[in-house]
């Protein structure tokens, strides 16, 4: 109940496409749901992030959707470009000490 | 500049040493986490500390130890208890209030232990 399961393990985009990252999760509890970007070697950087409260959250070109039903959100990168071939990774939390759950990450390459 | 450090970026030892890994922060957070990466499996909290002093065992603290001495420092210690201790080790850190929820990482130290 505590996983948060990330979806596809690795994707590739045509510059210019819109990368879909997927998250599922099971604990109702859970009311904080990050992004977080990570280049190789360096540590993850906060994205964008949204509470259950609102089911979409636009930053630039990042979009947070979330379907509370459903226990799932997910990241959408419009108009990709190779700057954003990265890794990224999904989380959540709640109150009550409930520990920032991480997803396994999702590779994408974006294709010039 | 206001962040978080960790050093060194790169680390070796030799297995059966304890080695410590420094992460100080400047941005006045309360709370600090220590994770470990490994490839294919995410982060995962090894020990967290909310304030001065008190500090909690996440999923994975066996054969890792801390100290919280003062706010800007939370030190690990990788002890020859670990039985896989090659990894990278990120800390990290959250505003006051927001226990668990924002939480901004430093730039990691790469353990290689032979």
């Known amino acids: 109940q505590q996983q948060v399961k990330q979806s596809p393990q690795s994707l590739i985009v045509q510059k210019g496409g819109i990368s879909i990252i997927n998250c599922a999760y099971e604990?109702?509890?859970?009311?904080?749901f990050p992004w977080y970007q990570q280049f190789p070697g360096k540590g993850p950087a906060l994205l964008i992030a949204i509470r259950p409260d609102v089911s979409e959250k636009k930053e630039g070109r990042f979009t947070i959707s979330f379907n509370k039903s459903a226990k799932q959100f997910s990241l959408h990168i419009m108009d990709s470009q190779p700057g954003d071939s990265a890794t990224y990774f999904c989380a959540a939390s709640g109150q009550a000490g409930t520990a920032l759950i991480f997803g396994k990450g999702t590779t994408l390459s974006v294709s010039s | 500049d206001g962040g978080i450090t960790q050093s060194p970026k790169y680390l070796f030892r030799k297995e059966g040493q304890n080695v410590t890994l420094s992460c100080e922060q400047n941005l006045n957070h309360d709370a600090m986490y220590w994770y470990r990466q490994d490839p294919g499996q995410g982060l995962r909290l090894i020990y967290y500390?909310?304030?001065?002093?008190?500090?909690q065992k996440g999923d994975i603290a066996e054969g890792y130890s801390v100290s919280r001495e003062k706010k800007e420092s939370f030190p690990l210690t990788v002890t020859s208890a670990q039985k896989n201790p090659t990894a990278f080790y990120l800390c990290a850190s959250s505003p006051p209030g927001s226990f668990n929820h924002e939480q901004y990482f430093g730039p990691g130290t790469r353990l290689t232990v032979t």
């Open positions: 500390s909310q304030i001065v002093n008190d500090f």
């Open positions: 604990n109702t509890a859970f009311d904080y």
